[in-house]
């Protein structure tokens, strides 16, 4: 089970980056993978 982080300023940028992502939506976060690089 994943252990549950208190404080955003601990995340690491992967972790935030995730969340960002996630909090867009299936479409926006769609769109926005489909103009990154591999």
Not at 9 to 16: D, V
Not at 17 to 24: D, N, P, R, V
């Amino acid at each position: 089970m994943a252990r549950l982080k208190d404080d955003y300023r601990s995340l690491t940028g992967p972790q935030k980056a995730g969340m960002f992502m996630l909090s867009l939506g299936p479409e926006q976060s769609g769109a926005l993978f489909e103009r990154m690089d591999d």
